[in-house]
């Protein structure tokens, strides 16, 4: 057995998603020797959180990366719409934000991923490995201080000061770490998959409500990703039902779709998202910390998660950049303070998806009859100022985090940083 490849680093982050590379481009950006492992070939996977939301946009302007991430295909979605039955509501309105972008910007997550991928490329502190899928993590007498990892040359050691874990719901980090998990429970389940879509179909993402099902339409340009939303545990009886009826349930949801849901040839076609709402009790131990996904799942309502993740690897990022620029391990001080800082928000947001979740979701997928029309949402359709309420929680979060680590150019893997009070090039 070949011995075990080995390298060393001052930060370490395990998971390529929106939460690690975000931290990990921003840690390379400020001269922070950092790795991130992604355990993947590439980023193409479909039928991930691709709503950018004005918060995230915020901070791609901080860094300079908006141009460039507007540039890419993208959807804009200035309202958010519900239709129940036969009645339509618009029930959050973006264009009153007193942001750079006042719309949510629909777009495949790895083209997110790759350009912060690329970005961070461009910073000779920062390293991305992929295919390198974390197993283990290295403890010393109660300390943290590496992964091991399996990769397609065999298995590795990377050994850190600190280890971040950002490697999502099921997070292989957290299980190692012996982290408490508190699951806060959810009702459904989701399916998505892909329809053709058509010049006259609605340009803006809908949330249709009828008896017993909520289905939702995103436009992703010439398809639409749809999501229905079932109660939890009922894939495997739809499945016993046929790819047929499925067909047949689908298009009665859009019955513009007629033909379209013939695409879907059978349930190889269609992808479920076990969902999940849970918070780690405490998101850190010496010389590891939790962020994004592996310290909270959310639920798929309002699309928040990525923005969320996002948030948490910006004040990550603020709040880590001095303590990193020494040496030895991180304070678990200072690892409580990213958890001080980012755990009221997410407790918020969750507190907000588990009463949607009860209040409207668990009572539509229950309902039989005609459908009824929340009083919540006769109250935004009759008041459209109310409209902006909603969308100041979906698009900015409770408490919006910007850059606060400089970019620090000139600075070689393993040398040491500036003094704090030396040249940089300040964020843009």
């Not at 929106?18 to 039928?47: N, T, W």
């Not at 303590?323 to 409580?336: D, F, K, S, Y």
């Not at 902006?388 to 620090?408: H, K, S, Y």
Request: hydrophobic share 45%.
């Amino acid at each position: 057995m070949n011995a075990p490849q080995k390298m060393r680093c001052r930060c370490c982050i395990v998971g390529g998603g929106p939460a690690g590379m975000m931290l990990g481009l921003l840690l390379g950006r400020a001269g922070i020797d950092v790795v991130v492992l992604e355990k993947h070939q590439d980023f193409l996977r479909d039928f991930r959180g691709d709503t950018v939301h004005p918060s995230t946009l915020e901070i791609m302007k901080d860094i300079g990366l908006l141009d460039e991430l507007l540039a890419l295909p993208h959807q804009e979605a200035r309202h958010l719409t519900g239709q129940v039955g036969d009645w339509s509501v618009t029930f959050a309105d973006f264009t009153h934000l007193r942001t750079a972008c006042r719309f949510v910007a629909l777009m495949p997550q790895w083209d997110f991923l790759n350009l912060l991928a690329a970005s961070a490329r461009r910073f000779p502190t920062f390293t991305l490995l992929m295919e390198h899928a974390a197993t283990d993590l290295i403890v010393e007498h109660g300390l943290v201080v590496g992964v091991r990892a399996d990769t397609p040359a065999g298995s590795a050691e990377i050994r850190a000061d600190l280890v971040i874990g950002a490697d999502g719901r099921r997070s292989i980090v957290r299980e190692r770490a012996g982290l408490v998990v508190e699951d806060l429970g959810a009702p459904m389940d989701v399916l998505w998959f892909r329809l053709e879509r058509q010049p006259s179909d609605p340009s803006e993402p809908v949330g249709r409500f009828d008896p017993g099902q909520i289905f939702v339409l995103i436009n992703r340009g010439d398809y639409f990703q749809c999501g229905l939303v079932i109660p939890k545990g009922q894939f495997e009886q739809i499945k016993a039902d046929g790819i047929e009826a499925f067909r047949a349930r689908v298009a009665g949801l859009l019955p513009s779709a007629g033909e379209r849901a013939n695409s879907l040839a059978s349930f190889d076609d269609v992808k479920l998202l076990t969902v999940s709402v849970d918070r780690l009790q405490r998101w850190y131990k010496p010389g590891l910390l939790c962020i994004g996904d592996a310290a909270h799942a959310m639920s798929p309502i309002g699309g928040v998660g990525i923005n969320l993740a996002v948030q948490d690897a910006v004040a990550a990022a603020n709040i880590l950049f001095d303590p990193l620029r020494g040496g030895g391990p991180v304070p678990e001080t200072i690892l409580a303070a990213v958890q001080k800082r980012r755990e009221l928000p997410t407790r918020l947001i969750q507190r907000l998806q588990i009463l949607i979740q009860e209040r409207v979701i668990r009572r539509a997928l229950g309902a039989t009859g005609a459908a009824a029309v929340p009083w919540p949402l006769r109250i935004l359709a009759a008041v459209p100022l109310l409209q902006r309420i909603p969308a100041r929680v979906v698009g900015l979060g409770f408490r919006r985090e910007r850059v606060r680590t400089p970019e620090i150019v000139g600075v070689e893997k393993g040398s040491s940083l500036p003094h704090p009070n030396g040249p940089t090039s300040p964020s843009p």
